[in-house]
C-alpha cells in the first residue's frame, strides 16, 4: 500500500474565488489563502502568486511533486474550460510547468461530496429531519456563483461520488410568483436552469424580477447587498428574495433527495446558504422540503445539513489523494 506524498497542494477554484492551501500530513492544512479570481489572467498566474508567498513557501511550496485542484466545472479529458469564469488550462501543461508528478483535477462538488464521510459535527447543523438513514445515498448541492450539485452512492466501505451538472437541470416553480419570475427570466435565457435562479446571479434575477412585478423602482444591487440587505431586514424586496430563494432551494433539495434517494441526508455547501444562519432555519426552506403529497413523510424523515467548514472541498481532494494512493 502507498503512502501518501506530503506536501500535497490543494486547491478550489470557484468562479468567484480560488482557494489554495499545502497539506503538510494528514489533515493538517497549512498557508491556507483564498484569492480572487478576477485578479488574475489565468489559473498558472494565480498558482504562481500563492506558491511564491512566504506562508507557501514555509508550508514546503518548493517541495511540491503532488497535487489536486477541484473546479468549478465538468472535467472531461486535458483541456478544462470554466463556465462561470474565463480560465481555461492544460491539466499536462500545468503539471509539467509547475515540476508535478501528478495533478488531480475533479469537479468541485466532486470533491466536496468527497469531504462528507470525514466532516465532524462542530463542521455543520442539522435543519430538520431524523437521523440519517445507514447504506443509504446522500445527496449534495450548494450554491455560490453557480449551483453545484453531487451526491455519494454507498459501495462497500467505500464512497463513489456523483460526477453531476445537476444544477444546469431545468427550474421548476412551485407557486405563481415563481411562474412569474420565471417568464420574467425567460425574456433573458431561452433556458432557465436551476442555477439561473438559485446562485448569486440568481438573488440579482430574483430582486430585479420582483422590482418589475411590483412596479417598484429599485437601485441596481449585487448578490451581497441583497444578503445583507435582506438579512438585516432594510429593504423590503431583498427580504422577499431571500424567502423565497429558501423556498425554491427546498425544492430542489427535495427533487434531489427522492432522485438519489438520499435517505442518509442532503448537504448544502456553497457561499451562499451558511451566511444564512438562523434565517434558513426560520425560513419556509423545510416545508418546501416535505412538499410533495404523497411522499411528505418520507421527506420529512430525511435530515439535511448545511455545511459551516469553511474549505470542505480541500478536505475532499486531500481524501481522494489518499484514496488513489492507497489503489
Not at 430574483?206 to 435582506?230: F, H, N, S
Not at 425544492?251 to 451566511?275: D, E, F, K, S, W
Not at 472541498?313 to 481524501?319: D, E, N, R, T, V
Amino acid at each position: 500500500m502507498a503512502t501518501p506524498s506530503y506536501p500535497l497542494l490543494l486547491a478550489d477554484i470557484g468562479g468567484t474565488n480560488a482557494r489554495f492551501a499545502i497539506e503538510t500530513a494528514h489533515g493538517k492544512l497549512q498557508a491556507v489563502k483564498v484569492l480572487p479570481c478576477a485578479a488574475y489572467p489565468s489559473l498558472e498566474a494565480a498558482l504562481h502568486s500563492y506558491l511564491q508567498d512566504i506562508a507557501s513557501l514555509a508550508a514546503g511550496a518548493y517541495e511540491l511533486r503532488h497535487a489536486g485542484i477541484a473546479i468549478a466545472n465538468p472535467v472531461h479529458g486535458d483541456q478544462v474550460r470554466m463556465t462561470n469564469h474565463h480560465w481555461e488550462f492544460s491539466i499536462s501543461a500545468t503539471r509539467h510547468q509547475f515540476g508535478l508528478e501528478r495533478l488531480d483535477v475533479v469537479n468541485d462538488f466532486t470533491a466536496l461530496a468527497l469531504s462528507l464521510p470525514h466532516l465532524q459535527p462542530h463542521q455543520y447543523f442539522q435543519v430538520g429531519g431524523h437521523q440519517a438513514l445507514a447504506g443509504s445515498a446522500i445527496g449534495l448541492l450548494g450554491a455560490g456563483t453557480g449551483l453545484g450539485v453531487s451526491g455519494l452512492i454507498p459501495a462497500g466501505e467505500r464512497w463513489l461520488p456523483l460526477h453531476s451538472e445537476g444544477g444546469h437541470a431545468s427550474f421548476t416553480p412551485a407557486n405563481a410568483k415563481e411562474v412569474a419570475i420565471l417568464e420574467f427570466a425567460w425574456r433573458e435565457f431561452p433556458h432557465v436552469s436551476a442555477e439561473r435562479l438559485l446562485s448569486g446571479p440568481g438573488l440579482v434575477l430574483i430582486y430585479r424580477a420582483l422590482a418589475e412585478l411590483q412596479q417598484a423602482t429599485v437601485a441596481p444591487l449585487e448578490a451581497p447587498d441583497i444578503l445583507q440587505r435582506g438579512l438585516q431586514r432594510e429593504c423590503a424586496i431583498c427580504s422577499e428574495v431571500l424567502s423565497i430563494f429558501c423556498e425554491m432551494l427546498g425544492t430542489m433539495a427535495a427533487n434531489l433527495a427522492v432522485t438519489l434517494g438520499a435517505r442518509a441526508g442532503i448537504y448544502i455547501g456553497g457561499g451562499i446558504v451558511p451566511r444564512l444562519g438562523d434565517y434558513l432555519l426560520q425560513s419556509g426552506f423545510r416545508a418546501r422540503f416535505e412538499d410533495k403529497g404523497r411522499f411528505r413523510d418520507y421527506l420529512a424523515a430525511i435530515p439535511v445539513y448545511v455545511i459551516t467548514e469553511a474549505y470542505p472541498a480541500l478536505i475532499g481532494l486531500s481524501a481522494l489523494h489518499r484514496q488513489q494512493s492507497e489503489n
